[in-house]
């Protein structure tokens, strides 16, 4: 990855293919998807890590 003034550049990713349920693959294929077009990163004032994309789609981690 890349990360240069809030901007994020991800290159080649590598995941495992496991046999999931279709509803779990295809949470995992919108989750790298995203990933794959982020665009910007931030911590958020709650400590969130918040990517998001170009097209306006947004991942959100937090511990809990």
Avoid: H, K
């Avoid at 495992?16 to 279709?22: E, G, K, M, Y």
């Avoid at 693959?25 to 911590?43: G, K, N, P, Y």
């Amino acid at each position: 990855y890349e990360l240069a003034d809030g901007a994020l550049s991800l290159g080649v990713t590598a995941v495992t293919n496991r046999a999931c349920l279709p509803a779990l693959m295809d949470q995992e294929t919108a989750f790298l998807r995203l990933l794959e077009s982020a665009a910007r990163v931030q911590i958020t004032d709650d400590g969130a890590l918040r990517i998001e994309a170009v097209d306006g789609g947004v991942i959100r981690a937090q511990a809990g």
